[in-house]
């Protein structure tokens, strides 16, 4: 069993009718940021936040997407001529495919599973916790070899608690090291089951004012701080990660909260500062959205180092770009 | 029983830069431009005119006795080692006897052409054209091999089908001698050898008579070596009259060394450095073959520096090091514009390797083997060729040392597994010792040294043309002609088992042909360009009183590479999945389809890209197709023997053939188009390689790199900041350790460059597989905006 394999996999299209069922789009393996050592790392779909830097935007539906990769496409219209409720778009001379309309769109898969050149996706797969047992059984020598293991991530993996459940209990069966990737912004009567089957918990502290983490975010940081504080006094072992936004949530006052709120708490083994990054802009691009920060610019190195330097006065290991 | 004595080994000593001088050095090595220097070919055309009358082997000391004392030579400011292969740095003699045809219709072209050009005078080429090119019409061993092959073995190298180009044209070379016999014994001690086995033979007995021949021969040219390092005495001293008192000390201390090595033996480090160097040295002047490979040199150079590093201090020695490590980089040779496709670079192989086991089974890591990595770091040119031996016991300083010179982006080290390389010359009947103590000869190429002629090089082999013929019933569509057997066409394939089946006689047929064409070129350089230099070197040449053109070595091998594995392993993978186990498209209809270059079925060619499974994501659909494409391939060339009672053992390394083999393939059923390069080494084909490096060394392990005892060769790209920082580290070596606990043969790591994300954004099918591994971040870099590609490219010249 193989990513690849799934890719192509049209039956892993339809929603099953096993449990636990989880939606994920994409399983990268030989990922190196996100928990130390050599890892797979698995996607899940769905996202109970709108961040406005989101490198993921195909991760925040909670439903399949459809994405249209123009590089890849050779022309060749078969999707025109498959698509039963007409959502290819096409340029105003109706010569090139441009697109795909979001609003007709069924997600029936008919155009996918014709477009041999790999410019249509459907975004999410249904994969059975046995599917992910033999994608990580593949990299165990690794894992072993580099103090690795198995990242859930996404989107949202706790959004997901079923699956994530069953696929924890799994890779801890297996004697792998796990780690999840969360928002936090999940009831703690969801989140708290979950917890005894992590190693590491990754989670992003974006913005310490409840307004700003909205008007950044979609929703407010009270029940995300409320969770932090709940790991802390649990003593599970967490790495913090702060997105840097240029101008957004980079300003001293804020930092300074942030580092402030790991100092008094004990589980935080390290911080990863993540600058912001403009990856997002292609895939916004490919599903047919907008990008909201298309105005703005990376942060510059210096402003990378001095945020890096402000949280080392609170945590031993700061890395900026993850580990 | 364990005889190494435990040494502590201070991983400080190899913490020492480049020191000024080498830099100095290094910096005037960049200014030459390689260019063609006539005095070798006007020499040797000399000698063999007064030598007619003489038996080959004295021709060939004698022409090596006059070259050795007419060519020019010279020392440089600031050099400790000396000795020059040519009347210029990084200049290239020519070797007429062994083919020139090439070299004079090449001639007005080799400062235009596109790849590894020479400068060449008007002065330099007159003397070619008047003194060496009309003598040499005719008598050449190029020319003599050609006459011993049959016109289809011709007709199947015209096709490229294979190519025995490298030994065809040029000397052998491929070789390691004994240089711990001659640092312990001196060239002296070879002539004293020699004097007595020939005191042993019985002057009325024919083949006693002919191996005084060849002992004379070795005496000759030892004698003639040891001339040659007094010139260099000379001309120290000479140069000393008129130098600073401080160069003039080290002059005269060169003086002194070149009249001591390498005729007696070596005392201290950079006495035997110089002796080594000579010996190299005038092995790439005897003959042209390249990949003449000091190998385990942290072995046999141990005694020296240790007798030797508290007197020189670790700086010292590095410096003295890295001096050898330019020396070598400066050796150089001008080969045929097609050859250089398939060795591009002025690559001269040298390969130098360090760690492993020793003989008797322990860890052989010592200081110099990581001071000898420093060197390579220091120099950070393209010569000599570092590798690294990996076996259980390897140390954790020494993982660490190899993974940092690593991630540098040269290439180097190339990554070596004792657990499968020594049961691998085992099974080709080495003695457990020996097989303990093997290195890497060219680029991948083990053997134990000093004891072997492995003609490795004696082929590119073309898996994927064999295929294509199968396909095509014989018939070459590139070429226009029936070149092999009528093995069924298209049409009469009722299932996948019957296309196997073509393949495998297609492959009988040319592997034959193959092994003909070696053993053709075999016969004629032990008939026409024995090598007695060399051939002292080796045990048991003098013993036997042949040189190892034939058969002096105790041990012989002729190794021909297939080229292809992922290539082959593709296309059948998807012959197999959509013409039988899904039947969506004919076989027919697609090999109408590959006919015409995919023209208008870019469809079908996109589902042969991208919806067939591909070799290298640890996909056993495809792999286990290729591993049993690859096994029909090795099976077949191991069933053959050599002139010199040798085997013939496969090897899957392709140096840079995989370009001009697929120039003559047409489409193939992996959608590559016709004419593209093939895929390199057991490497996946560039672009289909979607799944990560650990899901490519799963792939690559599944082969079975154990009977490819000639070598394998897999090339993994690394972006920079996957290797950053201790933990960056640490994932190269899980890598390759893991690979290697699973049976991998060799690895070698290029750190992704900003060049090579160039080219990604400019032809993004070969780079689908070209992950940004950004924290929580998924994506392939080929479908990025540009905009976003350039930001990436701009950040990673920051890094690297």
Not at chain 1, 114 to 126: E, K, L, M, Q
Not at chain 2, 150 to 166: H, I, K, M, R, S
Not at chain 2, 400 to 418: F, I, Q, T
Request: hydrophobic share 40%; with cysteine; glycine share 8%.
């Amino acid at each position: 069993m193989n990513w690849t394999d799934k890719l192509y996999d049209f039956d892993a299209l339809q929603k099953p009718d096993w449990e636990p069922k989880g939606l994920v789009f994409d399983v990268q393996r030989f990922a190196i940021h996100d928990g130390g050592g050599i890892r797979t790392n698995v996607f899940f779909k769905g996202c109970p936040l709108n961040c406005l830097w989101c490198q993921n935007p195909e991760s925040i539906r909670w439903r399949q997407d459809i994405s249209f990769v123009e590089q890849h496409c050779i022309q060749c219209r078969k999707c025109i001529a498959v698509c039963p409720v007409s959502a290819i778009k096409t340029d105003s001379c109706e010569e090139r495919v441009t697109g795909i309309d979001k609003e007709k769109c069924i997600l029936c898969g008919a155009c996918f599973k014709t477009c041999y050149a790999g410019a249509i996706n459907i975004i999410g797969r249904w994969l059975s916790v046995e599917d992910l047992v033999a994608m990580v059984n593949r990299d165990r020598d690794f894992y072993v070899a580099s103090g690795g293991g198995i990242t859930f991530s996404g989107g949202e993996p706790t959004g997901q608690p079923k699956f994530l459940l069953a696929a924890l209990q799994a890779m801890q069966g297996l004697g792998l090291h796990t780690a999840v990737e969360t928002c936090l912004h999940v009831p703690w009567e969801q989140l708290e089951p979950l917890l005894s089957h992590v190693d590491l918990l990754l989670t992003d502290i974006k913005h310490m004012d409840p307004e700003r983490h909205g008007a950044l975010t979609g929703v407010s940081n009270e029940l995300i701080l409320e969770n932090f504080r709940n790991i802390a006094g649990l003593g599970i072992p967490v790495r913090v990660r702060i997105p840097l936004i240029t101008g957004l949530n980079d300003d001293v006052a804020n930092l300074q909260a942030t580092a402030d709120l790991i100092a008094s708490c004990k589980n935080v083994q390290g911080v990863d500062v993540l600058p912001y990054n403009r990856l997002g802009i292609s895939k916004c691009h490919q599903l047919g959205c907008d990008y909201a920060l298309a105005d703005v610019a990376p942060p510059s190195t210096e402003s990378v180092e001095a945020t890096a330097d402000l949280f080392r006065s609170v945590a031993d290991d700061v890395t900026v770009g993850g580990m | 029983m364990s005889q190494k004595q435990t040494v502590q080994i201070n991983s400080a000593v190899a913490d020492h830069g480049p020191s000024d001088r080498v830099e100095q050095v290094k910096a005037r090595f960049l200014t030459y431009t390689p260019e063609v220097c006539p005095e070798r070919a006007r020499l040797i055309t000399e000698s063999y005119k007064e030598t007619e009358a003489l038996p080959m082997h004295l021709r060939r000391a004698k022409a090596l006795e006059k070259v050795l004392a007419g060519m020019s030579i010279f020392i440089e400011d600031d050099e400790l080692i000396v000795g020059n292969q040519c009347s210029k740095p990084r200049s290239t003699p020519i070797f007429p006897e062994f083919s020139c045809q090439w070299l004079e219709d090449e001639l007005d072209r080799l400062a235009k052409r596109q790849a590894d050009v020479f400068l060449i005078s008007e002065e330099t080429k007159a003397i070619l054209r008047d003194e060496v090119f009309p003598y040499w019409a005719g008598k050449t061993n190029q020319e003599y091999a050609t006459s011993l092959m049959t016109p289809e073995a011709l007709d199947a190298q015209g096709a490229g089908v294979f190519t025995v180009g490298n030994y065809y044209f040029n000397g052998v070379g491929h070789i390691s001698v004994d240089y711990k016999k001659v640092l312990e014994k001196g060239l002296e001690g070879i002539v004293a050898e020699a004097d007595a086995a020939k005191a042993s033979l019985d002057c009325a007995d024919p083949e006693d008579m002919k191996k005084r021949q060849f002992l004379d021969a070795v005496i000759i040219s030892n004698k003639a070596v040891i001339a040659f390092a007094n010139r260099f005495a000379d001309e120290a001293e000479r140069l000393a009259a008129g130098a600073d008192a401080a160069r003039k000390a080290e002059l005269l201390e060169v003086a002194r060394i070149c009249r001591k090595v390498p005729a007696q033996p070596a005392e201290g480090l950079q006495e035997a450095l110089q002796s080594f160097w000579f010996v190299q040295l005038v092995i790439q002047i005897e003959s042209n073959g390249h990949s003449i490979s000091p190998m385990r040199m942290d072995q046999y150079l141990y005694p020296y520096y240790a007798a030797d590093k508290e007197n020189l201090g670790a700086e010292k020695v590095q410096e003295l090091m890295d001096l050898l490590w330019i020396k070598m980089a400066g050796i150089n040779k001008v080969r045929d514009e097609n050859s250089t496709q398939a060795f591009g670079g002025y690559p001269m192989f040298q390969n130098i390797i360090v760690g492993g086991v020793d003989r008797h089974g322990e860890d052989a890591t010592n200081e110099l083997s990581l001071v000898m990595m420093q060197a390579t770091a220091n120099t950070a040119l393209y010569a000599p060729s570092l590798s690294v031996r990996i076996h259980e016991g390897t140390p954790t300083l020494f993982w660490k040392k190899a993974a940092e010179v690593a991630r540098l982006g040269l290439g180097m080290p190339a990554w070596y597994n004792d657990r499968v390389i020594v049961p691998a010359l085992l099974s080709r009947g080495l003695s457990l010792e020996d097989a303990r103590d093997y290195g890497i000869i060219g680029c991948v190429e083990p053997q134990v040294g000093g004891k072997t002629e492995g003609w490795h090089d004696a082929a590119f082999f073309s898996m994927s043309k064999v295929l294509e013929l199968a396909l095509n019933n014989g018939y070459d569509p590139m070429g226009k002609a029936q070149l092999g057997p009528q093995t069924g066409s298209v049409e009469d394939f009722k299932t996948f088992d019957d296309v196997v089946a073509a393949y495998q006689k297609q492959m009988e047929y040319f592997v034959k042909l193959l092994c003909h064409s070696d053993n053709a070129v075999d016969l004629a350089h032990a008939k026409n360009v024995p090598l007695p230099f060399l051939s002292g070197m080796v045990e048991d040449c003098i013993g036997r009183g042949k040189s190892v053109q034939e058969g002096g070595a105790i041990y012989n091998f002729t190794g021909p590479q297939g080229v292809g594995v992922a290539n082959v392993g593709d296309s059948l993978a998807a012959i197999k999945k959509f013409c039988f186990d899904e039947q969506v498209v004919s076989l027919p209809e697609l090999k109408a389809a590959m006919d015409k270059d995919f023209e208008g079925a870019e469809e079908l060619r996109q589902m042969l890209v991208n919806r067939a499974p591909k070799y290298g994501n640890d996909d056993d659909y495809a792999d286990e197709v290729a591993v049993m494409a690859t096994d029909i391939y090795c099976a077949e060339v191991e069933k053959y023997r050599n002139p010199r009672k040798g085997i013939f053992q496969p090897g899957l390394y392709p140096v840079s053939a995989n370009v001009p083999l697929g120039s003559v393939v047409a489409a193939t059923p992996d959608g590559r188009k016709c004419g593209q390069p093939l895929a390199d080494g057991v490497s996946p084909q560039g672009g289909f390689d979607v799944s990560g490096p650990t899901a490519t060394v799963c792939s690559v392990a599944k082969l079975d790199h154990t009977v490819a005892s000639n070598g394998t060769l897999l090339n993994q790209k690394f972006s920079p900041d996957s290797l950053a920082g201790e933990d960056g580290l640490q994932k190269l070596i899980a890598v390759t350790d893991t690979f290697f606990k699973r049976g991998g043969f060799h690895v070698q790591y290029n750190v992704v460059s900003r060049k090579v994300l160039e080219d990604a954004q400019a032809n993004p099918d070969n780079y689908r597989g070209l992950v940004v591994r950004v924290a929580g971040y998924s994506a392939f870099f080929t479908v990025l905006d540009k905009s976003i590609q350039n930001d990436i490219i701009s950040r990673t010249e920051q890094v690297a």
